[in-house]
Nanobody
């Protein structure tokens, strides 16, 4: 069983930046992929970004492309989400997720494609 622990959320003004972290522990995966999702009040959880662990290749939702960067530190088993130029629409609970059998051919953008989830961290952007 894997455990994912997020950190780094908080409150920031529009235009500011935050960096989220997600530390994975409990097991190792041969074909790991990780992702970030978010959920705003009254809305469904939505995909934000994903990274293929073996190659570091990434994919983003259009709404965050050019502003957010997902990366990983293999030695620390940690994935990051650097969020720049934040706006009020980015306010949400952000969740880290891990897939233990990530495809080598396409990126995972759906919740059901992930096996493990973190507890979530709140990001609040004020105008």
């Amino acid at each position: 069983q894997a455990q994912l622990v997020e950190s780094g959320g908080g409150a920031v003004q529009a235009g500011g930046s935050l960096r989220l972290s997600c530390a994975a522990s409990g097991r190792t995966f041969s074909r790991l992929g990780m992702g970030w999702f978010r959920q705003s009040p009254g809305k469904e959880r939505e995909f934000v970004a994903t990274i293929r662990w073996s190659t570091g290749s990434t994919y983003y939702a259009d709404s965050v492309k050019g502003r957010f960067t997902i990366s990983r530190d293999i030695a620390k088993n940690t994935v990051y989400l650097q969020m720049n130029s934040l706006n009020t629409e980015d306010t949400a609970v952000y969740y880290c997720a891990a897939s233990e059998s990530y495809s080598n051919f396409y990126y995972y953008t759906r919740e059901r494609q992930y096996d493990y989830w973190g507890q979530g961290t709140q990001v609040t952007v004020s105008s």
